[in-house]
């Protein structure tokens, strides 16, 4: 079993930066991709970002060249650096991992991160 909590969230100006940070407890061994999602009012949860476990990375074309995954396999931790924040990246945001055998997915509770001036 793995356990997610998130950290980092809050309100940002426009153009401005906010690190969010994830840390797994339990098996973290186990986790194969590690990712982070994200859901706006009214609208579906999609993915934001994604990390394999060797270390390939995958973002959202939303957030390409702004946003930056990074992970640390031994501490079962995984962040988001976010830069030239937009209103339209104002969203609770979920720390994503799967169990490299089962493939079942663990989600944090999530973090709010509003943008607006």
């Known amino acids: 079993q793995v356990q997610l909590v998130e950290s980092g969230g809050g309100l940002v100006q426009p153009g401005g930066s906010l690190r969010l940070s994830c840390v797994a407890s339990g098996s973290i061994f186990s986790i194969n991709d590690m990712g982070w999602y994200r859901q706006a009012p009214g609208k579906q949860r999609e993915l934001v970002a994604a990390?394999?476990?060797?270390?390939?990375?995958n973002y959202s074309d939303s957030v390409k060249g702004r946003f930056t995954i990074s992970r640390d396999n031994a501490k079962g931790t995984v962040y988001l650096q976010m830069s030239s924040l937009k209103p339209e990246d104002t969203a609770v945001y979920y720390c994503n991992a799967d169990h490299i055998l089962t493939r079942k997915a663990y989600w944090g509770q999530g973090t709010q991160v509003t943008v607006s001036s």
């Open positions: 990390a394999t476990r060797g270390g390939r990375t």
